[in-house]
């Protein structure tokens, strides 16, 4: 690219990597990568296209933020909450569960957390407690990076495969060759997929769900983008299509159900972690050295989530308490509000396509993949590292797919949801300058 105009000046972009201490900009984790951008645009003065971070774009659900300041001003920022959460927010929660995923679930295995995260984690270190012989998760990659962080930060073991070689009937065999080791506690995937967007059909989950069946492991289902599959839509009620899920495959599940997406709730970290009531009521003796009980919920609720946070916050519980009520009682069509990162996705694919990039997850099997909050390019001839650096030249900003468990390391991830709308002209000519250059 050397002597070549682009966007960015080279010799700005080149000072401000070379001053980041970041020897490979390709490996940079997601933070590290925001904080280089800033720095640019600081330095240049041109604002980024930025693709990097997954936070919502869009205002908070503003039924949660009323209800929840009515929580405060009533007082209960004073009061600890119950450590199984607020009797609201579990029946609402059981609800919603109901109405979208077609699923009966007791109030007693709806238990928030901090973020859909400390869900994860939550079940995570009580399962690894489960039985003396199971000591591993399996990641069903490409991943959200901080899923296996926690993994490192507590020692617990991992393994991962990329799924992109396995979609459709190879999954099972694929599958099999970890279950059948004995080790593998749980199986861990996001639905639809952080970072590709990839959302499994009906075939995959039921494959999914009668393995954890038969080799009696438990399928954690994160689902972060609940219902923003937008090729179908699941927004109505207690009335099909509902939203895919294992859990009609198996009774060994846990779902984790998120606010940040669906409702733009991230700041005030409030998910579930939704048991089936198999699996709440479930007894371990492994997890009474640790937990004085048998029984996984009890152990979950009373052991886990009382030592890493207390319970959570009990305003937010409200707000969000109020916002499930609001979809189950069908005044509040949630996914109205986040269509948008659909339309932005389809222009943004579009103007990717049109200047010689590709979509590297781009199938459900045989089917086109949705429009959503995530996407994948690549640029033929460059790696997914080169591919990072070069659009720092061009105003443009992602991370590398190679941080997430993908093998596909030509391949970056792009998020829609900061982009706005008035922003796809710059995109596009940033595009074409950089097809110019290449
Ligand atoms: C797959 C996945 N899981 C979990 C989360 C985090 O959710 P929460 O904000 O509820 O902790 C994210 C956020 O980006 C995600 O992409």
Redesign the pocket.
């Known amino acids: 690219m050397a002597g070549k105009q682009t966007p960015i000046p080279e010799q700005v972009v080149n000072k401000i990597v070379a001053e980041s201490g970041i020897s490979k900009v390709g490996s940079a984790s997601i933070r590290e990568i925001k904080k280089l951008i800033n720095d640019i645009e600081t330095a240049s003065g041109i604002p980024f296209i930025r693709m990097e971070m997954?936070?919502p774009g869009l205002p908070a659900c503003q039924i949660g933020v009323n209800a929840q300041i009515e929580a405060l001003k009533s007082g209960v920022a004073a009061i600890y909450p119950d450590i199984e959460g607020a009797p609201v927010l579990k029946k609402e929660m059981s609800r919603f569960v109901k109405n979208f995923l077609d699923l009966e679930v007791s109030s007693d295995g709806c238990i928030p957390t901090?973020?859909?995260?400390?869900?994860?984690m939550a079940g995570f270190m009580t399962f690894v407690r489960a039985r003396k012989e199971r000591d591993t998760t399996l990641f069903i990659d490409p991943?959200?990076p901080?899923?296996k962080q926690q993994h490192r930060v507590l020692g617990l073991k991992y393994e991962t495969f990329d799924v992109y070689n396995f979609r459709g009937d190879k999954l099972r065999n694929k599958l099999i060759s970890y279950l059948e080791k004995g080790n593998i506690h749980s199986i861990i995937y996001?639905n639809p997929?952080?970072p590709s967007w990839i959302c499994f059909t009906e075939k995959e989950l039921q494959i999914i769900g009668e393995l954890s069946t038969q080799y009696d492991v438990c399928v954690f289902e994160?689902l972060?983008?609940f219902g923003m599959d937008f090729r179908r839509d699941i927004s109505k009620p207690g009335v099909p299509p509902f939203q895919p899920t294992v859990s009609k495959y198996t009774d060994n599940y846990a779902l984790?159900i998120?606010?940040?997406?669906s409702f733009s709730y991230?700041g005030e970290?409030?998910?579930l972690l939704v048991l089936s009531d198999k699996m709440y009521n479930r007894e371990f003796p492994d997890l009474i050295p640790y937990f004085n009980t048998p029984k996984l919920g009890r152990a979950i609720i009373y052991g886990t989530v009382y030592a890493i946070s207390s319970g959570t916050s009990h305003s937010a519980q409200y707000g969000l308490a109020a916002i499930l009520k609001a979809c189950n009682d069908g005044v509040y069509n949630f996914l109205d509000d986040v269509k948008i990162y659909a339309e932005k996705a389809n222009i943004m694919k579009r103007l990717f396509l049109e200047n010689g990039f590709q979509i590297v997850y781009d199938k459900d099997e045989d089917q086109p993949l949705a429009d959503g909050f995530y996407f994948t390019v690549s640029y033929p001839g460059l790696s997914g590292e080169e591919l990072l650096k070069e659009f720092l030249y061009y105003g443009i900003s992602a991370i590398s797919l190679a941080i997430t468990g993908s093998e596909r390391t030509e391949g970056l991830r792009a998020c829609v949801s900061l982009i706005k709308m008035e922003q796809m002209p710059v995109l596009e000519e940033r595009l074409k300058c950089f097809k110019e250059n290449h």
């Open positions: 997954g936070i901090v973020g859909s995260m400390m869900g994860g991943g959200f901080v899923q996001s997929n952080n994160d972060a983008y984790l998120s606010s940040s997406k991230a970290r409030m998910g």
